[in-house]
């Protein structure tokens, strides 16, 4: 059974940065696609970052030099620094994933599209 737990949120003020970590169990995280998407109230889902399962990294126009992904696969936990903070970073972050089933899955879908799904952990950014 996957899991994923996100932690990390918080309130910061604009220019801070903050380390979102997502603790993933049930599956083997070298050959699964991973990422974090962001929904704040009464928008629509944005795909933050992603990290495929060979490493490759893809990012929002909205967070390109700003957020950086990474995971460290003995750990099985997947992370996002995000700094220079902006007002409108403020949302509720998820951590998702989902199975590579083959060459160009991972880059072909969205990160809310992505099977499984956290919580959740809130970050409100301040101006």
């Known amino acids: 059974q996957v899991q994923l737990v996100e932690s990390g949120g918080e309130s910061v003020q604009a220019g801070g940065s903050l380390r979102l970590s997502c603790a993933g169990s049930g599956y083997p995280p070298s050959d699964y696609c991973m990422g974090w998407f962001r929904q704040a109230p009464g928008m629509e889902r944005e795909g933050v970052a992603a990290?495929?399962?060979?490493?490759?990294?893809r990012y929002a126009d909205s967070v390109k030099g700003r957020f950086t992904v990474s995971k460290d696969n003995a750990k099985n936990t997947l992370y996002l620094q995000m700094n220079n903070l902006k007002p409108e970073d403020t949302a509720m972050y998820y951590c998702?994933?989902?199975?590579?089933?083959?060459?160009?899955?991972?880059?072909?879908?969205?990160?809310?599209?992505?099977?499984?799904r956290g919580q959740g952990t809130q970050v409100i950014v301040s101006s």
């Open positions: 990290i495929d399962d060979d490493g490759s990294t």
């Open positions: 998702a994933a989902d199975a590579s089933f083959y060459g160009g899955y991972c880059s072909s879908r969205e990160t809310y599209e992505y099977h499984y």
